[in-house]
Structures are given as C-alpha cells and as structure tokens.
C-alpha cells in the first residue's frame, strides 16, 4: 500500500439510510430498529444515552439477530468514509461497540454467518494505513475459535446458520478444520482463514445440559496480505463465559486413583461457588491435614474459572429456584467422628477474628461479583424453560451463569451459619457462635458488603435458629444484639427495601468499594420485564423497557469499581469450604436435637384453653 487515502467501499454498501434523529426523541412512543441504531451511533454526548453501548448490547438480541447487527454496523461505518481524517468520530464509535461486544459476547458469534461477515468487513479495511489499529485491535478477537455454544439463545434472536449465500468468498461445502503438523494454531493456513469449531470435548451423555452441538465451520478465500499477517499471529482463546464443566467427579476419581497416596500430598484448594473462585494451598501442613478433608484436583491454576457441579444438597433461593449447593465439600474425610471434626471446626472459627471472617467473606464475593456480565441478569429471568423443573435448571447450568453462582453461594453462606450453630450441642457453644455471627454481620456492613450481610441475616433468622429460645435469650442482654436489630432494620423489606437503598446510594456516593444485595436488584428486573412488553402495538421496540432494565443493571454493575484490597487468607477460607452442610431438614432435626420442644403439662394445658376462652 503506498497511501492511506480513502478507497471505493463495495457497492452494495453504498446504499443510504435515512436520518431518524428526531424520530426518537420521545422513549414514550415505540422506536424502530433504525431509530435506536441511530442513537447508538451518535457522537454527540446525551446523557440520558450515557450507558446505551453496554445496555443495546445487553438486550439487543430481543429485537434483532446478531449478524443483522454486525451488517448495519459495518455498512454505517464503511459509509462514513467519505472524511479525508481516518478513522471519524462515527468509525471510533463503532470500533468501541466491537471491542465491547467481542471482548463479552462472543457467544453471538455461534452462527458462521456473522464471524464471516467481520472477517470480510477487516479484509476490506486493512487496505487503508490509518484503519490499522482498528484491524490490529479487532483481528485477536475475532479469530479465536467459534464459541462451543450460545447460552442467550433461550431467549434471544438467534442466525440462520443454514443461511446460503451466493458470495464467491464462501465454499459451497463446510470445510474440515485444517490441521499443520497434528497441531493446532490460529486457524489459518495456506493463505485460506478456517474457523474451527471449539477443541472442548461435548458433554457426555449423563450429564445434566442439554446437547450442545459444534458450530458450522466455514472457510473464506483470498484474504490479503494485511489480513493475513493479523491471522496468523498466535492466538490464545479466552471465552466470554467460564467454560462449565463437572470437577467434583475428576477430582473424586483422581483422588480414587490416588487413594495409596499419603494424605499430606494432596493440595488443598478452597472452593466457592461450585469452583468459580477458588485457592490452591499445595503446601498443606500436618498440621492443617489433621484439620481439613483432603483430596486430589485435576486443576493445578489458582484462581481458575469453571463452574463445577456437584451432586450434593440443594437449597431453595429466595427467588424460587432449587439450585445446587455451590461451595465445594469433600467426600474424603478422615476416619474422624463427626462430633470430632465438628469441635475442632468450632476451636478454629472461633480462633479467628470477627474481621478477619468478614474480609474473608467479602473477599469470596467481591471476586465472585466481578465475574459477573450485564447479560448474565437476565438470562436468569428470561430462560424459557418451566420454573422448578429440571430443564430449567439444566439451561441457567449451561449458561455459566455468575448471577445464578452467586445466588448459589448466598445460599451457601446461610445455610453455613445455620449449620454452625445447631451442630453444637451445648448451649455456650451456640450461645457464642450465634454471638460471633452478629459481630460479623455488624463488620460486613461496614465493608458495604451487602450480599453477605443478607446471607448471615438469612441464616440467623431461619427457622432452625430462629427456634432457638433458649441460645437467643441468651443473647438478648448482650450489646451486639442491639446493633444485630439496627442491621435488621436496616435490610428489612419495607417499602420495598428502602433503607437499604438509600444506605446504598450512601455508599456508592462515598468512594468505598461496595457489593449489593443482588436479590432485590434482579427482584426489581423481573418486576420490569413482567410489567411490560417487549414491543408496542404496533410493532415498534419497547426501548423504555430496555433502557429502564438496563439503567438498573448498570446501577449494579457501578459497584465493580473501586475494588476491594483483600488478601485472602487460604486456611480460614478452606475451613469454610469444607464445612459438612445440613440440608434445611437435617438443619431443622438438629435444631430440635439440640433444644427440644418443651411438652407443656396438663396444668399448662388446661391454663391455655382457659386464657382462649
């Protein structure tokens, strides 16, 4: 290429569009696709459009296809190439929609179709020297390998994959993938781009999820020169979404294999939402060995991002859904008895300090909301299948869905609380772990750690340990349970959470890292999705819709920043994750165990029927 001078775009994008800039000034009517493209794309700052990139990108799939997207894009940046000052504000605009959209959705791209389209579209613009950026940045995304499969296609608008088109850049017949040497790498070879299909291996058959089959591969031709050297740079291929995969079978079956193994050689990793956060602790002591169930990981990467199912006890959210417990807990203990082993959990939680526990737990759930994408909201409330059936539960599994994980570790952390207090069988025992667990709570909310606090709050008030007279009277004269009553006003559900949203809005105006209770604000997306419809009368998008849903995603998603600077403490975090979890029955059994109901005499009886009379 000797200049960067503007060329002659393919004629069939030369066609024009109309201008619609007054036509959607009102969100009170319905708008049309063009409408809301056309504030999507503008360069002049409104900010009640402040958030519409990552909000159009969220909800755009109701209304629209994700290759008609990528067409309308392309055609509106290729027309604005008409400045002699490349790229224009409009072409800048858009490269940002691609790089947010590729970098979060790459599940989009499932159908050939629209990888096709990016791939010519980058073809066609690496010709122009100032547009090289735009191609170095874009191509990496791009040519990873198609995504294995599209989790929002439940609710979303998907492509026609069986969609042919008469394009001499398209081979009539889908190509193999091309191999070099039995090993892969970016996908091209022989001056031919190939996309393949993913290199995980499918589900088994026994698995819960629903069959997930490869994407069609396709091959285009005559890529050129500048093309060429951005594909066939090495690549390494990142998904959107964590990749879901069962590791309590592996790690079982590892450490089945590896049962002649001594104990102490086994890594200690503490899990939390079923594998979504977790910590390798390989240098276990014998000390911590005598302390902690151990067992065999396939997994060796700290921090590693797959959600693992397990097949134990499940809870009830307080969104309605039977969900699967999501912290990791080992089948392998040691030849302890259990009233051992839970004594010894007792010494050491209660070793640790009311602080240390709390930043613990915000550091668990700080990383687990970090993960979290704008989508994964309302996946949850838009997946098609019957509520409380198994293939609905199988669909939120196979999205990967973070908002689901966290609502999982929610449980989690109630049902932890409860099961700490009624396995012990004396009264001074509960009496201070119930004790402790205020002051817990009284530290989370000072970090703004909201979900935790909820959680601790869920559990303390569960009628396992709300039965408990004897362990509460107890604690009554104490000061913590005056401050404990000021959280429970504080999080109380009248008038729709107020204080609690105002103690928010509180925190996020401060500067400190927060974390919501995310319960409430999906409450509040399933109260706006059910309120109105997708589209008008007369067929226009109900953009107001979406825009409110989004404005109340993106409130959430503000909490993201500033981070929390928690350093996470490997051993406390264990003994949580390896805590033996009643479900809600055993937790009611135990708690009538522990403190028996009182049998009233005859005397008391005939006092009672006589006070109703």
């Given at each position: 290429?000797?200049?960067?001078?503007?060329?002659?775009?393919?004629?069939?994008?030369?066609?024009?569009?109309?201008?619609?800039?007054?036509?959607?000034?009102?969100?009170?009517?319905?708008?049309?696709?063009?409408?809301?493209?056309d504030r999507l794309l503008s360069t002049e700052y409104n900010k009640a459009d402040?958030?519409?990139?990552?909000?159009?990108?969220?909800?755009?799939?109701?209304?629209?296809?994700?290759?008609?997207?990528?067409?309308?894009l392309v055609e509106r940046f290729e027309n604005d190439g008409l400045s002699e000052a490349l790229p224009t504000d409009l072409q800048k605009r858009i490269h940002s929609i691609f790089m947010l959209w590729l970098s979060h959705y790459w599940n989009d791209f499932y159908g050939a179709q629209a990888r096709k389209q990016i791939i010519l579209f980058l073809d066609r613009i690496s010709k122009y020297e100032s547009l090289t950026p735009i191609c170095d940045s874009l191509a990496p995304l791009v040519v990873r390998e198609p995504p294995s499969y599209d989790p929002d296609k439940v609710w979303g608008l998907v492509d026609d994959n069986d969609q042919e088109e008469n394009d001499d850049d398209l081979d009539?017949?889908?190509?193999?993938?091309?191999?070099?040497?039995?090993?892969?790498?970016?996908?091209?070879?022989?001056?031919?781009?190939t996309?393949?299909?993913?290199?995980?291996?499918?589900?088994?058959?026994?698995?819960?999820?629903?069959?997930?089959?490869?994407?069609?591969?396709?091959?285009?031709?005559?890529?050129?020169?500048?093309?060429?050297?951005?594909?066939?740079?090495?690549?390494?291929?990142s998904e959107s979404q964590p990749d879901l995969r069962s590791s309590y079978t592996a790690a079982a079956a590892a450490a089945v294999a590896a049962s002649t193994k001594s104990t102490n050689e086994f890594p200690r990793r503490a899990e939390f939402a079923g594998g979504l956060i977790n910590i390798d602790n390989a240098t276990t002591t014998s000390a911590s060995s005598n302390t902690f169930k151990s067992y065999s990981s396939p997994r060796t990467v700290s921090s590693t991002i797959s959600i693992a199912t397990t097949s134990g006890t499940r809870w009830t959210s307080s969104l309605g859904h039977q969900l699967l417990a999501s912290s990791f807990i080992s089948t392998f203990r040691q030849n302890k008895s259990e009233k051992d082993q839970t004594s010894h959990a007792y010494k050491l939680f209660m070793k640790a300090t009311d602080t240390l526990i709390a930043n613990q737990l915000t550091w668990i759930e700080s990383e687990l909301f970090s993960k979290i994408k704008p989508r994964e909201f309302i996946r949850n409330i838009w997946n098609t299948a019957p509520v409380n059936t198994e293939s609905k539960r199988s669909s939120l599994l196979s999205c990967n869905n973070t908002v689901m994980a966290s609502i999982a570790h929610f449980n989690f952390i109630s049902a932890w609380v409860v099961t700490m207090i009624v396995t012990q069988s004396r009264l001074s025992k509960r009496v201070a772990l119930l004790q402790k667990f205020m002051s817990i709570a009284v530290h989370l909310r000072d970090l703004n750690n909201y979900n935790s606090l909820m959680a601790?709050?869920?559990?303390?008030?569960?009628?396992?340990?709300?039965?408990?007279?004897?362990?509460?009277?107890?604690?009554?004269?104490?000061?913590?349970?005056?401050?404990?009553?000021?959280?429970?006003?504080?999080?109380?559900?009248?008038?729709?959470?107020c204080s609690y949203r105002m103690a928010l809005k509180a925190s996020s105006g401060g500067g400190a890292p927060g974390i919501p209770y995310l319960g409430i604000h999906t409450q509040d997306l399933v109260s706006l999705a059910e309120a109105n419809k997708d589209f008008k009368a007369d067929g226009s998008i109900h953009w107001e819709k979406f825009k409110l849903?989004?404005?109340?995603?993106?409130?959430?998603?503000?909490?993201?920043?500033?981070?929390?600077?928690?350093?996470?403490?490997?051993?406390?975090?264990?003994?949580?994750?390896?805590?033996?979890?009643?479900?809600?029955?055993?937790?009611?059994?135990?708690?009538?165990?522990?403190?028996?109901?009182?049998?009233?005499?005859?005397?008391?009886?005939?006092?009672d029927l006589w006070l109703r009379m």
């Open positions: 290429m000797t200049n960067n001078k503007r060329g002659t775009f393919p004629s069939h994008l030369s066609s024009s569009r109309r201008g619609s800039k007054d036509s959607s000034e009102s969100f009170g009517i319905g708008l049309t696709t063009e409408d809301i493209i402040e958030n519409i990139i990552p909000i159009f990108l969220t909800f755009f799939r109701k209304f629209m296809k994700p290759n008609e997207l990528v067409k309308i009539d017949e889908p190509t193999t993938p091309i191999k070099r040497n039995e090993k892969k790498d970016s996908g091209y070879a022989s001056g031919t781009f996309f393949l299909p993913s290199s995980s291996p499918p589900l088994t058959a026994k698995s819960d999820l629903p069959t997930i089959s490869p994407p069609v591969p396709f091959k285009l031709k005559r890529i050129s020169p500048n093309l060429n050297r951005l594909l066939n740079k090495t690549v390494t291929h601790i709050l869920a559990g303390i008030n569960s009628a396992s340990v709300l039965r408990l007279k004897q362990t509460r009277h107890a604690v009554i004269t104490k000061k913590i349970y005056k401050q404990f009553q000021s959280l429970e006003k504080l999080m109380s559900t009248d008038k729709s959470f849903m989004g404005e109340t995603i993106m409130a959430t998603m503000k909490f993201k920043s500033p981070s929390y600077t928690i350093e996470p403490d490997t051993k406390l975090l264990a003994l949580i994750a390896d805590t033996y979890i009643l479900t809600e029955d055993e937790q009611y059994k135990m708690s009538t165990t522990v403190e028996p109901r009182l049998a009233s005499s005859s005397t008391n009886r005939i006092r």
